[in-house]
């Protein structure tokens, strides 16, 4: 075997195209090997190389996806104020209550299915802490939503609204809405910078 | 500003005593006093003791607790205003036998009616003030003293008139009608009588009023006095009533003379209080009221003699020393008040002024009452301050002025609002202060007394005898500001300040001020009665024999006489607690039952060119508003001053210029306007009538085209509306049919529309027609209609289409649509499916489907609501038909619902009958269009749901498409703010409509009740039937929105809450037994009633479209109706005589007395009708008299009575003709007319009577002693 190392060599130089592969891919298992035994600072920095390139997708992913919740968050915070400003016309009677009722309950879903997003991106990219701050609140949109006696014509029912303090209850929820809302847009304007800085 | 310190002082000591009486001359410790008062709370036998309110009671009227004593303490307990009317009364009352000189009286009953009302708050007051003058003088005892035990004789007398009123004699009534007629004479004295009325809430109007009152008061009693001896007898035959008042008085007069104030003034104080008595007396005998009510009338022509006047500006003057606290003062002070008054009169340019003058003169301070009648004037309420301090912001102008001074005088707090609310409240007060303005000194002591003492009321009033201080001493919390008396100079002026202000509200108030007064006297006694702890488990007989009728408020006579009626509009609480947190610890549901559009005999109708309303809140101007001066009224709702347009100074009844307040407006709080086209959005619509109706196979089969057809032919002439009355036709199966009606046609001609998915309407403008100018077409259509339809086959329904369609048949101009169904919509939209479970009926668990189905039905209501068309409808099914999905069609668009179970036309002849005589009241009854109605109430207050069928537009306005005279709503109410700062609150609806002639109207009730700050006050003007009715409006929307067994639970709690929450006032009364006011004493047994009624029943068998049936009766039913519907009445008819028997329309009517609902009083031997309002029952026991059988029934015997029987024959025999008249009297004005069914002990229908015996026990539910066992263990928990 090894009389025959050169002339293999050599017709392995002969075969250049199989061979430069082959060779490679010797060496590869080799420097693995030498990587392995002491040469770390040569060959990590490839390995650094991939591993930032996953953390690089990694933060333009976080960037990304805390842009979109930022805007996401933005949309959100100005259906509160929207549902806020109806709801206090209707209060003032500037608007009459079927008017108000039907103007809110075009925006439930949209509301419900922008909250949900977000809460699901949260799972999904792994952040805990934000994707349970979001939880409660997803979860009462739906339940809200799936609660609504079939004779009713949505979340806010005209014949009810002005009942049982239903009005002022809507108020208080689409504010407290409107400051979770604020609470979270900072920070995923946090968490963006962050992410940004990173990259 | 001097006030300021004076009130803040008195107020102080006032809160330390509470409860103070001295008999005359005779000073009682503080602390014995409240001792006094506790025992008497404590000790039910002790019924003068009752009053919750620490009732200042006088010494005296311990040692002598007649009975009339016994009733005034009650009342006064309740009236802190009696404290300060007390104080006028002490003034009155200072000589005791001078009460005697009855004659005289009547002239001053007008006064004591004042006083009474301040009287009741008295006790308080008096306490107060005492509390008040004694912390402000402790050195100074003597004088203090003596001016607290005027205001303590105030108070008694308070009590007295109270206690009168609580007795609900008429003759306390006549006592302020006095009142009020010297307020017409006096305006300001009949002002301050309302503040004596007020007592409850607006103790603090009323004893501020009071002080100023009484010189006016003296004044006009005086005059009044002299009339009243001639007029009414009564004064002469109470000499022993006078002698308990004069106790009363005597107190008073005791405190008078301890003060040193003028022995004539004294006198004469005592003397108005002596004629108080006397009216109290007379109120006992029925002949009182007729008497006092000439004495009113005498009271005004002797109007103020100017010696009399000036007596009082001397008792005055010794009021508002009493403030200072200083006999010697008094005078000087008396003056001041004069002055004051004079300035208010003379800022209100009102006939008073003569007395006041009378009392500037006596009174250099002239200054001071100027500032004081200002304040007055503004803040009418602002004497009452101190119970309104919170109230002030609302009146801007002159109020702050006068709120300042008052809110100095008061607390800080009381600011203008209050005193307008006093003033408001007081109005009558105001009066007083002008009639006492003759007696300013002491008026103004006693506002700032009243203040102080309003609030601690009555501990205070054996210490000190102050006259004036009496006065305020009733004022409760309000006066409490008052409470500064001690320091007798500034006190005075803002006792003077109160009259003033009385005398601003006396314009609008007059009537109030004797109402005031009389109220005082009727709250004091309802009070005790209503307190009176039942135990309940004990007491097996807690139903009355008669009719449980509407609790009066505790408000004065005038007030209480200008009140809406209870028929129209009812509280469930006629205290209202002045917080939320005291509203809490009640228990108790807060809310109005409203029947607007009641029919009434009686109803002034008003054109004018301008309506006056406020300018900010648009409030209607009403009885209950307070004129500061000709030109200017202050809002009742909001406090804001409005200016008296130039038109309202003419009065078209009298035709006479410059008095506003004698307007009708201003006289009546149900009032109808008609309104200009202001008030139009669109020329108003024509009556319109769509009659859409079923003709299914099944609804053919059923039969009810015949009858409603019949019904509609003999009608027609009949139905309300003018000559552009149109009328049209629809019917529907599977397709819908239209009638074309054009005039001109030579017959109808149907054009069926098979397109049910997009309905269409075949031809624009000849559908709906002119009735009168198609009458033939019609009346041929309605003839030939019933046989139309006889060989149908088609069974589906499609009236989701036709509702469509029917729907843009009427969007142009709006109006009525009636529906007629037989069975489940099953094509198109808004079809429903099946959802009942049979199995289920009976269940006790789960209740479901109480809730719609689908929103078309709410929509489609909406839409409709929109385009003012309402949908009536009636259901005539013999099986399930989700009506709890078709009512919606009704509720939302104001519509109302009929349904007829198993409806069949011969198969149920009683159902068939039932029809007919309902369509007959449904088609002729009054009808109103394009309505809306908006109720308004007091700042502080706000109404959070409302029951009924209607559309809520927005936070107030109720849109209504149609008014019936049938249909009665619900308001819940809370307390935003606390109403410290008022004494009384008022609360208005105003339905502006379309009559069936095309006019535009607005009807407008105005309700005026009471603030009260005690827990025991707010238990003793509770009103039952109200409370249940909203209590099972509440539980209907329970029902549907969570679940039935919830809605049992709260009801079930909210006995147990309530009568705990009593149970822990009441400490050491037996823990064991169960313990209920006696306002309450009916609660549990009502509300026993609903948990077996078919609504929220569950264990026995009720389908589910009857219980949805029930909740939307409870819903919209007004309370008379609803009452019956909840607790029948049984009566035993066997034995009917004419004892007690009533007269109506030439006809003796009978009335048997009412028997409990159990078989226990079922006896073999009798006959019974129950009344349960949309059905009546008449069982005849087995061995029953066969006499009665043969001459009312018309058959030989028991044997022979047919098993379904629902008439009885016309028999000339007198017990047929007794029976007969007493059922049609029973049936009178009911909106569904009553079935009657005969039902023979044995028969099978025996089973629908006795579920009705709600006291019994059934297998499913607990007998009414059961249930009371039941909650006591709740309770004990």
């Known amino acids: 075997m090894h009389q025959n190392y050169g002339f293999r060599l050599f017709k392995v130089d002969h075969n250049s195209r199989h061979a430069a592969p082959r060779r490679r891919g010797r060496r590869a298992p080799v420097s693995?090997?030498?990587?392995?035994?002491?040469?770390?600072?040569?060959?990590?920095?490839?390995?650094?190389?991939?591993?930032?390139?996953?953390?690089?997708?990694?933060?333009?992913?976080?960037?990304?996806?805390?842009?979109?919740?930022?805007?996401?968050?933005?949309?959100?915070?100005?259906?509160?104020?929207?549902?806020?400003?109806?709801?206090?016309?209707?209060?003032?009677?500037?608007?009459?209550?079927?008017s108000c009722c039907s103007k809110l309950n075009k925006w439930v879903i949209p509301e419900l299915i922008g909250h949900a997003i977000v809460t699901v991106l949260m799972l999904i990219s792994l952040h805990w802490f934000i994707f349970l701050l979001n939880l409660p609140v997803a979860t009462w949109n739906i339940y809200r939503f799936i609660m609504v006696p079939s004779g009713n014509m949505g979340v806010f029912d005209p014949t009810e609204i002005h009942n049982r303090g239903q009005l002022k209850s809507h108020m208080k929820e689409a504010m407290i809405k409107l400051g979770f809302h604020l609470l979270c847009f900072f920070m995923y304007l946090y968490s963006m910078i962050l992410a940004l800085i990173n990259d | 500003?001097?006030?300021?310190?004076?009130?803040?002082?008195?107020?102080?000591?006032?809160?330390?005593?509470?409860?103070?009486?001295?008999?005359?001359?005779?000073?009682?410790?503080?602390?014995?006093?409240?001792?006094?008062?506790?025992?008497?709370?404590?000790?039910?036998?002790?019924?003068?003791?009752?009053?919750?309110?620490?009732?200042?009671?006088?010494?005296?009227?311990?040692?002598?607790?007649?009975?009339?004593?016994?009733?005034?303490?009650?009342?006064?307990?309740?009236?802190?205003?009696?404290?300060?009317?007390?104080?006028?009364?002490?003034?009155?009352?200072?000589?005791?036998?001078?009460?005697?000189?009855?004659?005289?009286?009547?002239?001053?009953?007008?006064?004591?009616?004042?006083?009474?009302?301040?009287?009741?708050?008295?006790?308080?007051?008096?306490?107060?003030?005492?509390?008040?003058?004694?912390?402000?003088?402790?050195?100074?005892?003597?004088?203090?003293?003596?001016?607290?035990?005027?205001?303590?004789n105030s108070p008694a007398v308070g009590a007295a008139n109270s206690s009168v009123a609580s007795q609900g004699f008429p003759s306390t009534c006549g006592h302020y009608a006095m009142s009020t007629v010297s307020n017409a004479a006096y305006p300001r004295v009949s002002y301050s009588s309302p503040p004596a009325g007020d007592p409850y809430g607006q103790q603090m109007f009323t004893s501020q009023n009071a002080p100023p009152v009484r010189p006016i008061r003296d004044n006009s009693f005086s005059g009044q006095n002299t009339a009243i001896s001639h007029p009414s007898p009564l004064p002469p035959p109470p000499p022993q009533q006078y002698h308990q008042e004069q106790s009363l008085s005597g107190y008073s007069t005791l405190s008078w003379s301890a003060s040193g104030l003028p022995s004539t003034q004294d006198n004469l104080l005592r003397n108005h209080t002596g004629s108080l008595a006397t009216a109290n007396n007379n109120p006992t005998s029925p002949v009182a009221d007729s008497l006092s009510s000439s004495v009113m009338q005498n009271v005004q022509p002797p109007v103020s003699s100017p010696v009399v006047s000036t007596v009082l500006s001397g008792a005055s003057s010794a009021r508002t020393p009493a403030a200072a606290c200083h006999p010697a003062e008094p005078a000087a002070s008396v003056t001041q008040p004069s002055e004051l008054f004079q300035q208010k009169e003379m800022s209100s340019a009102h006939r008073e002024r003569t007395v006041p003058e009378d009392r500037h003169h006596g009174g250099p301070e002239l200054n001071e009452g100027m500032q004081y009648g200002d304040y007055v004037n503004n803040q009418a309420s602002s004497a009452p301050?101190?119970?309104?301090?919170?109230?002030?912001?609302?009146?801007?102008?002159?109020?702050?002025?006068?709120?300042?001074?008052?809110?100095?005088?008061t607390t800080s707090s009381a600011s203008p609002g209050p005193n307008s609310y006093d003033a408001l409240e007081g109005g009558s007060y105001p009066d007083m202060l002008s009639s006492s303005a003759s007696s300013p000194a002491p008026d103004p002591a006693p506002e700032s007394d009243p203040t102080s003492a309003p609030a601690p009321a009555a501990p205070q009033p054996s210490k000190v005898a102050k006259p004036?201080?009496?006065?305020?001493?009733?004022?409760?919390?309000?006066?409490?500001?008052?409470a500064a008396p001690p320091g007798s100079g500034p006190p005075s002026?803002?006792?003077?300040?109160?009259?003033?202000?009385?005398?601003?509200?006396?314009?609008?108030?007059?009537?109030?001020?004797?109402?005031?007064?009389?109220?005082?006297?009727?709250?004091?006694?309802?009070?005790?009665?209503?307190?009176?702890?039942?135990?309940?488990?004990?007491?097996?007989?807690?139903?009355?024999?008669?009719?449980?009728?509407?609790?009066?408020?505790?408000?004065?006579?005038?007030?209480?006489?200008?009140?809406?009626?209870?028929?129209?509009?009812?509280?469930?609480?006629?205290?209202?607690?002045?917080?939320?947190?005291?509203?809490?610890?009640?228990?108790?549901?807060?809310?109005?039952?409203?029947?607007?559009?009641?029919?009434?005999?009686?109803?002034?109708?008003?054109?004018?060119?301008?309506?006056?309303?406020?300018?900010?809140?648009?409030?209607?101007?009403?009885?209950?508003?307070?004129?500061?001066?000709?030109?200017?009224?202050?809002?009742?709702?909001?406090?804001?001053?409005?200016?008296?347009?130039?038109?309202?100074?003419?009065?078209?009844?009298?035709?006479?210029?410059?008095?506003?307040?004698?307007?009708?407006?201003?006289?009546?709080?149900?009032?109808?306007?008609?309104?200009?086209?202001?008030?139009?959005?669109?020329?108003?619509?024509?009556?319109?009538?769509?009659?859409?109706?079923?003709?299914?196979?099944?609804?053919?089969?059923?039969?009810?085209?015949?009858?409603?057809?019949?019904?509609?032919?003999?009608?027609?002439?009949?139905?309300?509306?003018?000559?552009?009355?149109?009328?049209?036709?629809?019917?529907?199966?599977?397709?819908?049919?239209?009638?074309?009606?054009?005039?001109?046609?030579?017959?109808?001609?149907?054009?069926?529309?098979?397109?049910?998915?997009?309905?269409f309407l075949p031809t624009p403008d000849s559908l709906l027609v002119n009735l009168h100018e198609s009458k033939e077409l019609i009346k041929d259509l309605l003839n030939a209609l019933p046989t139309m339809f006889t060989n149908t086959r088609e069974t589906h329904s499609a009236l989701g289409p036709a509702l469509q369609a029917a729907f843009k048949l009427m969007s142009p101009t709006g109006g009525r649509v009636s529906v007629f169904q037989t069975q489940l919509p099953s094509l198109g939209a808004g079809l429903l499916q099946s959802r009942e479970d049979p199995n289920q009926r009976s269940s006790t668990k789960v209740v479901q489907?109480?809730?719609?189905?689908?929103?078309?039905?709410?929509?489609?209501?909406?839409?409709?609501?929109?385009?003012?068309?309402?949908?009536?409808?009636?259901?005539?099914?013999?099986?399930?038909?989700?009506?709890?999905?078709?009512?919606?069609?009704?509720?939302?668009?104001?519509?109302?619902?009929?349904?007829?179970?198993?409806?069949?036309?011969?198969?149920?002849?009683?159902?068939?009958?039932?029809?007919?005589?309902?369509?007959?009241?449904?088609?002729?009854?009054?009808?109103?269009?394009?309505?809306?109605?908006?109720?308004?109430?007091?700042?502080?207050?706000?109404?959070?749901?409302?029951?009924?069928?209607?559309?809520?537009?927005?936070?107030?306005?109720?849109?209504?498409?149609?008014?019936?005279?049938?249909?009665?709503?619900?308001?819940?109410?809370?307390?935003?703010?606390?109403?410290?700062?008022?004494?009384?609150?008022?609360?208005?609806?105003?339905?502006?409509?379309?009559?069936?002639?095309?006019?535009?109207?607005?009807?407008?009730?105005?309700?005026?009740?009471?603030?009260?700050?005690?827990?025991?006050?707010?238990?003793?003007?509770?009103?039952?039937?109200?409370?249940?009715?909203?209590?099972?409006?509440?539980?209907?929307?329970?029902?549907?929105?969570?679940?039935?067994?919830?809605?049992?639970?709260?009801?079930?709690n909210a006995v147990v809450d309530s009568l705990s929450a009593y149970g822990s006032t009441i400490s050491n009364l037996q823990h064991s037994a169960l313990i209920a006011p006696s306002s309450l004493k009916l609660f549990p047994l009502y509300v026993l009633a609903l948990l077996k009624q078919k609504a929220f029943r569950t264990g026995t068998s009720t389908r589910l479209d009857d219980r949805v049936y029930a909740m939307c009766q409870i819903k919209c039913q007004p309370l008379v109706h609803l009452m019956k519907m909840i607790h029948p009445n049984l009566y035993r008819i066997d034995r009917l005589t004419d004892e007690g028997a009533i007269h109506v329309n030439d006809r003796v009517v009978p009335q048997p007395p009412l028997q409990k609902l159990s078989a226990e009083k079922?006896?073999?031997?009798?006959?019974?009708?129950?009344?349960?309002?949309?059905?009546?029952?008449?069982?005849?026991?087995?061995?029953?008299?066969?006499?009665?059988?043969?001459?009312?029934?018309?058959?030989?015997?028991?044997a022979s009575i047919p098993q379904k029987m629902t008439h009885l024959p016309e028999l000339d025999t007198l017990s047929s003709e007794r029976a007969r008249s007493f059922i049609t009297w029973l049936r009178d004005n009911r909106p569904l007319s009553p079935v009657l069914h005969v039902v023979k002990d044995e028969s099978p229908a025996k089973t629908e009577f006795f579920q009705h015996l709600i006291e019994d026990r059934t297998e499913a539910a607990f007998s009414y002693y059961e249930f009371l066992l039941h909650i006591q263990q709740q309770i004990c928990k």
Not at chain 2, 987 to 1006: C, D, N, P
Request: glycine letters at 6%; aromatic letters at 10%.
């Open chain 2, 385 to 409: 301050t101190p119970l309104s301090s919170t109230s002030d912001d609302e009146e801007e102008e002159e109020e702050d002025e006068e709120a300042g001074v008052d809110s100095s005088s």
């Open chain 1, 32 to 98: 693995w090997d030498q990587g392995l035994s002491g040469r770390v600072g040569v060959r990590q920095p490839v390995l650094r190389k991939k591993r930032r390139r996953r953390r690089r997708r990694r933060r333009r992913m976080e960037v990304v996806v805390f842009v979109f919740s930022l805007l996401d968050c933005c949309a959100l915070i100005f259906l509160s104020v929207y549902f806020i400003i109806t709801l206090s016309d209707l209060e003032c009677d500037y608007i009459n209550a079927r």
């Open chain 2, 1 to 152: 500003m001097l006030l300021l310190p004076y009130s803040l002082t008195v107020c102080y000591p006032v809160s330390a005593i509470e409860y103070v009486f001295t008999g005359p001359r005779i000073k009682i410790p503080l602390q014995y006093l409240v001792e006094i008062e506790n025992s008497i709370r404590k000790c039910p036998a002790q019924n003068q003791m009752q009053f919750p309110s620490g009732y200042g009671l006088h010494p005296q009227n311990y040692i002598a607790p007649s009975g009339h004593y016994a009733q005034g303490p009650g009342k006064m307990t309740s009236l802190p205003l009696d404290s300060q009317r007390g104080d006028y009364y002490s003034g009155l009352y200072t000589v005791p036998t001078q009460n005697v000189v009855t004659p005289n009286t009547a002239g001053q009953q007008p006064g004591a009616q004042q006083m009474y009302g301040r009287v009741l708050p008295a006790p308080h007051m008096a306490g107060s003030a005492l509390g008040s003058f004694p912390g402000a003088t402790s050195s100074a005892s003597h004088v203090h003293m003596s001016a607290s035990v005027n205001h303590h």
């Open chain 2, 849 to 1052: 489907h109480l809730g719609p189905a689908t929103d078309f039905y709410k929509k489609l209501a909406l839409d409709c609501s929109g385009q003012q068309t309402a949908v009536d409808l009636f259901l005539l099914s013999s099986q399930y038909s989700d009506l709890a999905s078709l009512a919606c069609m009704s509720k939302y668009s104001a519509g109302c619902i009929y349904y007829y179970p198993s409806f069949h036309c011969t198969h149920n002849p009683s159902q068939a009958e039932k029809l007919q005589k309902d369509l007959r009241r449904y088609l002729t009854r009054k009808i109103g269009f394009e309505a809306v109605m908006r109720i308004r109430c007091t700042k502080g207050l706000s109404m959070h749901t409302f029951h009924g069928n209607f559309f809520v537009r927005s936070t107030d306005l109720l849109s209504l498409a149609n008014i019936n005279p049938d249909a009665g709503f619900a308001v819940q109410l809370s307390i935003e703010e606390s109403l410290t700062d008022t004494s009384l609150v008022c609360f208005q609806t105003a339905l502006l409509y379309t009559s069936s002639k095309g006019e535009r109207r607005i009807r407008v009730h105005t309700l005026c009740l009471p603030v009260v700050s005690s827990l025991a006050d707010v238990y003793a003007g509770v009103d039952v039937q109200a409370a249940i009715c909203l209590l099972a409006n509440m539980a209907v929307d329970r029902s549907v929105s969570s679940s039935l067994s919830d809605a049992r639970d709260a009801l079930v």
């Open chain 2, 1162 to 1198: 079922l006896t073999r031997e009798g006959a019974f009708l129950m009344d349960c309002g949309s059905v009546f029952y008449i069982w005849i026991g087995k061995s029953c008299d066969n006499n009665f059988i043969e001459d009312v029934l018309g058959c030989p015997n028991f």
């Open chain 2, 493 to 759: 002026a803002s006792p003077v300040y109160s009259g003033f202000q009385q005398y601003a509200q006396q314009y609008p108030g007059l009537n109030q001020l004797s109402s005031g007064l009389g109220g005082l006297s009727l709250q004091s006694a309802p009070q005790p009665e209503s307190l009176r702890p039942v135990n309940l488990t004990q007491d097996r007989n807690v139903l009355p024999v008669t009719p449980v009728w509407a609790p009066v408020p505790n408000l004065n006579l005038d007030l209480r006489k200008l009140n809406c009626s209870p028929d129209s509009f009812r509280c469930t609480l006629t205290s209202i607690p002045q917080t939320q947190a005291l509203l809490n610890k009640a228990k108790l549901p807060l809310g109005l039952l409203l029947h607007p559009f009641r029919d009434l005999t009686q109803l002034p109708v008003i054109t004018s060119n301008t309506i006056v309303r406020c300018r900010s809140c648009r409030t209607y101007i009403n009885p209950f508003v307070s004129f500061i001066d000709q030109r200017r009224w202050k809002c009742n709702l909001c406090y804001r001053v409005n200016d008296v347009p130039e038109e309202f100074m003419y009065n078209p009844l009298t035709r006479s210029y410059g008095e506003p307040h004698k307007r009708p407006e201003v006289q009546n709080s149900t009032v109808e306007f008609i309104a200009s086209s202001d008030y139009m959005l669109r020329p108003p619509q024509p009556a319109v009538y769509l009659f859409v109706l079923d003709v299914s196979h099944n609804a053919v089969e059923a039969g009810y085209l015949t009858i409603l057809c019949q019904s509609l032919l003999e009608n027609l002439d009949k139905l309300p509306g003018d000559s552009r009355t149109r009328i049209g036709f629809l019917t529907f199966d599977s397709t819908i049919h239209f009638y074309d009606l054009q005039e001109g046609l030579s017959q109808p001609q149907m054009l069926i529309v098979s397109e049910i998915d997009d309905v």
């Open chain 2, 468 to 482: 004036f201080g009496y006065g305020y001493p009733a004022l409760q919390p309000g006066y409490q500001n008052a």
